[in-house]
């Protein structure tokens, strides 16, 4: 990397987050978009901001970045506050891939290779360092291709090239997936685990889908607001307002590895036991997004079709939406069930009782992880 960072910054303890916001508000034309109090990106985790269109994720990217300075509040890199002297070293550190890409006139090689200019590089050494990211982001053959005869898919590929051709410490990918085609956006997605390696990520996205393939952790971006940040077990177990389960859809999810792929795919759950999913699946890790509509209880096996049958401790029962209860498991992950008040009734069930989870496989739906 080009520059170096001062020494105060380096000298920061090795306990301290890579990035640290604090008390931060943001916007444009003096209208906040974005308000948060605080928010850490651990150094190589891969942090996902989450939420609906306008929700402000955008704004609170840019402000990570240091290219947006916010109405008031500070972003600490290292510990040590970013100040106008060492804001030009920190950006150089930083890599971001904006939601729309823009690219210059000339090839795809001619423009990974432009960003490499403020290195300090020879002209050759930057077209090796261009083509060795072109390869990375699966797009050599684009290399003499003009910028302009280039597809949606094919322009954010070389836009992702020249994000990471200068090696930096930071990853910002803002909405990296959208408007490409499905194929596309599988194969850019598989790219991720070669691009990420060894690098922090900040990624935005409004796909729940795309978030749980990406994230070691979420942060809700709802209403101009960061209103939860934690791994996609604690959100959904635990979302901080209704807000956010309205978000998320009531769903949970199931951390687990796919053991057996086929047409009923076979996952290993991480709290213990198997669970059965219809449609094809890779061998790797996963989530399981369950609706709790779809969970049944039950004290002993249920007879009729054949479901899935998950072992778990009920944790607590409470008011949910639809005239129903929530019951809350610990099924070594946790898990949810909505259940009608005569239907728990029935079954006679307290907090810390034993009871048997019942999901069709048709029910579960599966998400890789990237990895």
Known sequence: MGGSIPGGMLTALATEPLLRLEEVSAGYDYHPAI????????????????????????????????????????????????????????????????????????TALTNVALGL??????????????????????????????????????????????????????????????????????????????????????????????????????????????????TPEEVSASPASQEVERFLGGEVFLPGRVVRAGELSLVALAGGGEVRVAGPAAPGPCYLRVRPETVSLHREPPRGSERNLIAARVVGVREADRGCLAVDLDAGAPLRALVTREALTDLGVRPGERVLAAIKATAVALVSRVR
Do not use: W
């Open 35 to 106: 308000e948060a109090d605080r928010m850490e990106v651990v150094e190589g985790e891969r942090l996902v901001l989450l939420g609906p269109n306008g929700a402000g994720k955008t704004t609170l990217l840019m402000v990570l970045g240091a290219l947006l300075p916010p109405f008031r509040g500070r972003l600490f890199y290292r510990g040590a506050p970013l100040t106008r002297s060492t804001l030009p070293a920190f950006r150089r550190r930083v890599g971001i891939l904006l939601q729309e890409p823009h690219l210059f006139r000339g």
């Open 117 to 230: 200019a403020r290195l300090g590089l020879s002209r050759a050494r930057r077209r090796e360092a261009a083509s060795a990211a072109l390869q990375l982001a699966r797009a050599d053959h684009l290399a003499n291709r003009p910028a302009h005869r280039l597809s949606v898919g094919e322009r954010r590929r070389v836009a992702l090239a020249r994000t990471v051709a200068s090696s930096p410490e930071l990853l910002l990918l803002d909405e990296p997936l959208a408007g490409v085609d499905p194929p596309s956006r599988r194969d850019l997605l598989s790219l991720l685990p070669r691009v990420l390696d060894g690098k922090t990520l900040v990624m935005v996205t409004q796909s729940l889908e795309e978030a749980l393939a990406v994230a070691d952790r979420l942060a809700l971006v709802i209403g101009g607001r960061l209103v939860q940040v934690g």
